[in-house]
T-cell receptor
Framework: EPEVTQTPSHQVTQMGQEVILRCVPISNHLYFYWYRQILGQKVEFLVSFYNNEISEKSEIFDDQFSVERPDGSNFTLKIRSTKLEDSAMYFC?????????????FGPGTRLTVT | DAKTTQPNSMESNEEEPVHLPCNHSTISGTDYIHWYRQLPSQGPEYVIHGLTSNVNNRMASLAIAEDRKSSTLILHRATLRDAAVYYCILRAGAGSYQLTFGKGTKLSVIP
C-alpha cells in the first residue's frame, strides 16, 4: 500500500538555526499538508499546498515557516530560525483531492527538538 | 469546523466490540463526520467517514443518529493494535479542507 514518508525521523537543532523537514507524498496525490503536534497536545494544522501555492494556512504558520515542492516528489517545510517552542512532531499528509470525501494520508512524522 | 465532544478515555477487552461515541449537536447539513485514529508514536490514520447513512469498511462501522447530532464508531472486535486515540472530526462540505483535531478518546485494549 502506498504511504507518505518523512525524513529525518528525528532532528535536533539549536535555537536560531534553520531546519528543513522533508516529505515524499503518495505519488498520485495533488494536495499536501503539514501539521504539528507539541508533546501531549492536539494535532494542529499548519498549511495546505496545491499547484505550487499555499491554499490555506493557520496562525501558527508565520513568516518563519515556508513550504516548497522542489521537484516532482518532495514536499518540504522550512523553519528559518527555530525557537524552543517549535519543538514538536511534524506530520506531512497528502490527499488525492481536496474534497471533503477524500481522506488525508499521514506520514510517520519528524520529531524536531530545539535546544 | 463545528465542535465535537468525545469521552477522554475508554477501555475494552480484547476481541470484544467497542462503541466510541461522539456528540456534534451543532452539525450543519453539509458537514461530514470523519474518524481518524493515532496509534502511539505514529501519525494520524483515516478510519471512516459518513454524511447521513451508516457506513461500513474493513476497519470499522460508523453509526449516525437520525438527527445527526451524534455518531458512534464501532470496532467489531478490538485487538491490541486498536489501542489508539480516536478523533471524531466534522468537515464542512465546502471551503476549508484542513482537519481540526480535538483531544479525542484514548482507547485502551485489555488482553
Amino acid at each position: 500500500e502506498p504511504e507518505v514518508t518523512q525524513t529525518p525521523s528525528h532532528q535536533v537543532t539549536q535555537m536560531g538555526q534553520e531546519v528543513i523537514l522533508r516529505c515524499v507524498p503518495i505519488s498520485n496525490h495533488l494536495y499536501f499538508y503539514w501539521y504539528r503536534q507539541i508533546l501531549g497536545q492536539k494535532v494542529e494544522f499548519l498549511v495546505s499546498f496545491y499547484n505550487n501555492e499555499i491554499s490555506e494556512k493557520s496562525e501558527i504558520f508565520d513568516d518563519q515557516f515556508s513550504v516548497e515542492r522542489p521537484d516532482g516528489s518532495n514536499f518540504t517545510l522550512k523553519i528559518r530560525s527555530t525557537k524552543l517552542e517549535d519543538s514538536a512532531m511534524y506530520f506531512c499528509a497528502s490527499s488525492e483531492r481536496d474534497r471533503v470525501t477524500y481522506e488525508q494520508y499521514f506520514g510517520p512524522g519528524t520529531r524536531l527538538t530545539v535546544t | 469546523d463545528a465542535k465535537t465532544t468525545q469521552p477522554n478515555s475508554m477501555e475494552s477487552n480484547e476481541e470484544e466490540p467497542v462503541h466510541l461515541p461522539c456528540n456534534h449537536s451543532t452539525i450543519s447539513g453539509t458537514d461530514y463526520i470523519h474518524w481518524y485514529r493515532q496509534l502511539p508514536s505514529q501519525g494520524p490514520e483515516y478510519v471512516i467517514h459518513g454524511l447521513t447513512s451508516n457506513v461500513n469498511n474493513r476497519m470499522a462501522s460508523l453509526a449516525i443518529a437520525e438527527d445527526r447530532k451524534s455518531s458512534t464508531l464501532i470496532l467489531h472486535r478490538a485487538t491490541l493494535r486498536d489501542a489508539a486515540v480516536y478523533y471524531c472530526i466534522l468537515r464542512a462540505g465546502a471551503g476549508s479542507y484542513q482537519l481540526t483535531f480535538g483531544k479525542g478518546t484514548k482507547l485502551s485494549v485489555i488482553p
